[in-house]
Nanobody, 123 residues
Framework: VQLQASGGGLVQTGGSLRLSCLAS????????MGWFRQAPGKEREFVAA????????LYEDSVKGRFTISRDNAKNTVYLQMNSLKPEDTAVYYC?????????????????WGQGTQVTVSS
C-alpha cells in the first residue's frame, strides 16, 4: 500500500499549487482522506480532510477559503488545490488515508501515510 504525493514546489506569495495523492496497492474509495503539513521545527498539523464520497470537507482555520480538498475515487486520487499561498504555508505536505469513512482532524485516525511533498512559498 502506497500513497504518492506530488505537485509541490517553489512558488511566490499569492501563487497557487495543486497537490495530488495517488493511492496504489489498494483502493481507498471507502476511506476518508486528509492532508497534513509539517513546517521546519514544528509538529505536523492538520490541513484538510474529506469523507469517502467527497461531499463533506474539513479545513484548518488558516487555510479556509484558500485551499480546496477534493477526490476522484475512479482514479484513487485526492487533491489539494492551494491558492493565495503565503510564506507560512511553507512545509512538507503529507496525504493520509483514514481508518474511517469520514474525514477527521486527528492524526491518530489515519493509518496510511504518503512520503510528503515540499511546498515552499517565497515572500
Amino acid at each position: 500500500v502506497q500513497l504518492q504525493a506530488s505537485g509541490g514546489g517553489l512558488v511566490q506569495t499569492g501563487g497557487s499549487l495543486r497537490l495530488s495523492c495517488l493511492a496504489s496497492g489498494r483502493r481507498f474509495s471507502n476511506n476518508g482522506m486528509g492532508w497534513f503539513r509539517q513546517a521546519p521545527g514544528k509538529e505536523r498539523e492538520f490541513v484538510a480532510a474529506i469523507n469517502w464520497r467527497g461531499d463533506s470537507t474539513l479545513y484548518e482555520d488558516s487555510v479556509k477559503g484558500r485551499f480546496t480538498i477534493s477526490r476522484d475515487n475512479a482514479k484513487n486520487t485526492v487533491y489539494l488545490q492551494m491558492n493565495s499561498l503565503k510564506p507560512e504555508d511553507t512545509a512538507v505536505y503529507y496525504c493520509a488515508a483514514s481508518i474511517y469513512a469520514y474525514g477527521s482532524r486527528r492524526q491518530g485516525d489515519f493509518r496510511f501515510w504518503g512520503q510528503g511533498t515540499q511546498v515552499t512559498v517565497s515572500s
